[in-house]
């Protein structure tokens, strides 16, 4: 027995149908899709309306909380909302960086994080987030130079003296840092391989053990950020032999960078940044960011962010984001290639 057959009109009738209803459901979700972008837009405008969250992914007293304590007492004046700082360190910034990564992205927790951010992915294994799904960028504060130090009562003058050193004794050239896997481990481990020497590397707990070593003559070179090493530079105890910005450092005059003294295009750069949670929507990121911008160019918080060594740059999301991926695989090469744990 055949099927039942379907005259031409009466097709033609459900073929309309369809349509109606095709045309209603777009119309429905277009609608929706309206409704969504005209309410995330409401929230940008009227954000913040509540207290914001700033975790500072490293403990009291660093560069990182004190730059999230300076923004969030501007942000604080400029929108008539509390800026409240939390600090959630350990794990080289990670576990407060996975706490932003883990919020709501509605604009209440943002996080303030360090270098070690574009390095953690490679160093860390397991990290409970994605450092380039997860995260929305904000803005790049700003970055700072790092300089190669020698107690004063050491031979070096110069950087080309540290690689004639190491050359004669491979390995018997130590430098200090402050801590295993920070950007000063990694930039003299470049450094290692780039020019084919060894440095001996001594990890510390920080710049305040770093600086006492070194300033005590214990560890024969040192690097770290220009603002850590500045105080010593200054006070006779400490000299300074490189720097590892393309440039002169103007906080150090008359200090060459490590690129003119033997490794052309060398550069290493500490740096700052604010993220969200991922998923946020562009329009409150926008509304985010214009806010840090205009806390950035308040003169006071310039002065006091300069004062923590950074050069201030207020770059929008697009640049912070461009930092990160540049970032990750420089550093993924260095841990790579010399096989760097975590706690070394």
Do not use: C
């Amino acid at each position: 027995m055949g099927g039942m057959s379907v005259s031409p009109r009466t097709a033609a009738a459900q073929r309309r149908g369809l349509r109606r209803i095709s045309s209603s459901l777009a119309l429905a979700i277009i609608v929706a899709l309206n409704g969504l972008v005209e309410s995330s837009t409401v929230v940008a405008q009227t954000w913040p309306t509540k207290p914001v969250k700033v975790i500072a992914v490293f403990p009291p007293g660093g560069s990182v909380d004190q730059v999230a304590r300076i923004l969030a007492q501007q942000m604080s004046i400029q929108t008539g909302q509390s800026f409240i700082v939390e600090n959630r360190g350990g794990a080289s910034g990670s576990i407060g960086t996975a706490a932003v990564a883990k919020a709501e992205p509605d604009g209440y927790t943002i996080g303030v994080v360090f270098d070690t951010h574009a390095v953690n992915p490679s160093l860390i294994a397991g990290l409970p987030f994605d450092t380039l799904k997860d995260l929305t960028p904000l803005m790049l504060i700003g970055t700072g130079a790092m300089a190669l130090v020698t107690h004063v009562d050491q031979p070096y003058k110069s950087f080309a003296e540290v690689v004639a050193a190491a050359k004669a004794k491979p390995g018997g050239v130590s430098y200090g840092t402050i801590g295993a896997g920070s950007l000063g481990h990694l930039a003299m481990a470049q450094l290692g391989n780039q020019l084919g020497v060894e440095f001996n590397h001594i990890p510390y707990r920080g710049g305040g053990p770093l600086m006492n070593d070194a300033i005590g003559n214990q560890v024969p070179l040192a690097i770290g950020s220009v603002f850590l090493v500045s105080p010593y530079i200054a006070n006779g105890k400490l000299r300074a032999i490189a720097v590892t910005s393309a440039q002169p450092d103007p906080k150090l005059p008359g200090v060459a960078p490590i690129a003119s003294q033997g490794v052309p295009g060398f550069a290493a750069y500490t740096w700052w940044g604010v993220f969200a949670p991922g998923a946020m929507p562009s329009a409150l990121q926008k509304r985010i960011y214009d806010e840090l911008a205009k806390a950035v160019k308040a003169p006071a918080v310039r002065e006091k962010l300069s004062a923590q060594g950074i050069e201030v740059t207020g770059a929008p999301p697009a640049e912070l984001d461009a930092l990160v991926r540049k970032e990750m695989p420089r550093w993924a090469k260095v841990i790579k290639d010399n096989n760097i744990k975590s706690g070394d």
